[in-house]
């Protein structure tokens, strides 16, 4: 992730920047996706970059939010923050980033397969030739509890507007299918 061979400080021992990086990185895999808590902040995808300073007093965590008017970005900056200072960070920021943009591609095959056990339909892939529909998509989503494809979509919109509703005909159950970005 971070190529650079600075020091850094971690409950005042110096450690080589991978080390503390990667301490770091541990740290961020137990924030929660307020949204989607099965999910870390880093296995969503939307931790980009973890980079301690020249002087290993201080630590920058870049982030690119799901979507720019994600309502839980404050939320998840307050619990990177506190999650590294807890684990004996000095002087944390949070850089949001806008480009590239956040995508579904970010989330790894392990993180989908929580969504699905966790009873949310993980995305499909994305590609970049693909244009973002401005109108009603009918989707074939299989059902995260019995695998049918035979769904229908009940609202374009779940509990947050990065995933839908749907309904499976083959076992009755409603799920919410996290969109492909």
Known sequence: MVEKRQRSTLNGQRDLPREAEARALALLDRVKDPEVPVLSV???GI???????????????????????????RVIE????????AGGFRAVAVKVVYAPAWTTDWIPESAREKLRAYGIA?????TAEQLVPLGPVVRRVACPFCGSNDTGTTSEFGATACK??????????????????
Do not use: N, W
């Open 78 to 85: 307050e619990e990177i923050v506190a999650a590294l200072e």
């Open 164 to 181: 839908s509703l749907h309904v499976c005909r083959a076992c009755r159950q409603p799920f919410e299918h996290f969109k492909a970005f």
């Open 42 to 44: 880093v296995e969503l």
């Open 122 to 126: 993980p995305p499909g892939d994305v």
């Open 47 to 73: 931790v980009r970059d973890v980079e301690v300073d020249d002087a290993g007093a201080g630590i920058t965590v870049t982030v690119t939010p799901t979507y720019s008017g994600c309502p839980a970005m």
